[in-house]
Each structure stands twice: as C-alpha cells, then as structure tokens.
C-alpha cells in the first residue's frame, strides 16, 4: 500500500515560475528521497534528506522535510520544459526489519510550459 | 543511463502464461529490488534480494517468484499470469541493503492480453 500523499496531483506553470510539491507519510522513516520520473520510462533520484535533518538543497531543488507533521515538500526554482515529468516522494522507515524497501507515495505530475 | 540493464523493454503475453523479468546491477551493486508499477496500485515494492539472500518481501503474489544469482543478476518470474498484472515492472539495486539511493532501471512492460 502507499505510505503517503502527494499533492497536487498535477501542477501547470510557465518556464521560469517555482513548482512547489508536497509529500505526506504515515510512519516514522529514516530518510525521504525524490525521484523524477519522464513518461513511462525509470525513476531518477533526486534528493535524499535524512530523519534528522531539516533542509537540503541541490541545485535548483530544495527539499524540507518536518518530521512531526510527517511531510515534505520539493521546490523546484526556475522551472524548465525539462523539468516536465513526474515527481514521487520515498520513505525508508525506522526499525531494522525493512531494510531498503522504498515505499512510494502517488506522485505529482508536473507540466512546465515554454 | 542508471547503469542498471533491464530485459526485455516490451513483454506481450496471454493469461495464464509464465514470463522471466531480467535485471542486471550496477557494478558493485549487491542488493536488487523488484518493483511494480500500475495505474492503480501506484508503485509498490514487491521484494529485495541483497548478495545472493531475500533480504525483504513486500507485496508480492504467490505466483511471483524472484532469485538473485552468484553474479548478482536477478530474475523476477511471473506464472499464471492475470490481466491485472499488466504493469511497468521496475528493477533497482543499490550497494548494500541498507536505506540508501536506488537506481532504477528502464523498467519492463508487461502487458497481458
């Protein structure tokens, strides 16, 4: 089953605005990852942020993770066309019986328009 | 390019047929996991394998059965299949077992007619 909630859904904006995704899991994790995915095709990795931190950033994504609201959002600053694909968030939960198992939420789709 | 292999791209069969998923890690990479992906259920880890072990079980069916071998390549296979199994079928592997980055092959599309 789905660990969490994304939203939105989809999101459409302009090449140049910010694109702003939101994640929510149920149970405590050790960390919270982002992959990318282009139509159809393999999950990229994007950012991993651990249990105890608060803020990263690469790039042009910055990912904060609350761990008491048990949420996370992905900001993607100076969107390109490029950028169009879908956004999934991933947890790896606390305790040692689940290993790596990634446990996926919905996913947003994000269209960026030239 | 992940450097995780996947094959094949494409898989068409009928129901009631067995298919073979193949996937090779990235080098040095000594745990694999399967997952699935369909419009439905989303993704959903079906089961890890780390250095030859199943290391993880998710929500895999009775019908499906995976294996890691001394090279560390994997195979998920798939028998009796269904129409509801029809999905992106996800490869990924990552260098030790633990709660780390995964590198996702292409996937394979089964689709069972």
């Known amino acids: 089953s789905q660990q969490g909630e994304e939203d939105p859904q989809a999101l459409s904006i302009q090449e140049g605005e910010n694109a702003t995704m939101n994640c929510s899991y149920k149970?405590?994790?050790?960390?919270l990852q982002w992959y990318r995915q282009n139509s159809g095709r393999g999950l990229v990795h994007l950012i991993l942020?651990?249990?105890?931190?608060r803020e990263k950033h690469s790039g042009r994504l910055r990912v904060t993770l609350d761990t008491s609201k048990k949420s996370s959002s992905l900001l993607i600053t100076a969107s390109r066309a490029a950028d169009t694909a879908s956004y999934f968030c991933a947890t790896t939960n606390a305790g040692g019986t689940s290993y790596g198992k990634l446990t996926f939420g919905q996913g947003t789709i994000l269209t960026v328009h030239p | 390019d992940s450097g995780v292999t996947q094959t094949p791209k494409h898989l068409i069969t009928a129901t009631g047929q067995r298919v073979t998923l193949r996937c090779s890690p990235r080098?040095?990479?000594?745990?694999v996991y399967w997952y699935q992906q369909s419009l439905d259920q989303g993704l959903q880890f079906l089961i890890q394998?780390?250095?030859?072990?199943?290391?993880a079980k998710g929500n895999i069916l009775e019908r499906f059965s995976a294996q890691q071998f001394p090279d560390l390549h994997s195979e998920l296979n798939l028998s009796s299949l269904e129409l509801g199994d029809s999905a992106l079928y996800f490869c990924?592997?990552?260098?030790?077992?633990?709660?780390?980055?995964?590198?996702f092959g292409a996937g394979t599309r089964l689709s069972v007619l």
């Open positions: 080098s040095g990479d000594l745990s």
């Open positions: 394998y780390y250095n030859g072990e199943e290391r």
């Open positions: 990924a592997s990552s260098v030790s077992g633990g709660k780390n980055i995964q590198y």
């Open positions: 942020i651990r249990s105890n931190e």
């Open positions: 149970t405590s994790i050790n960390n």
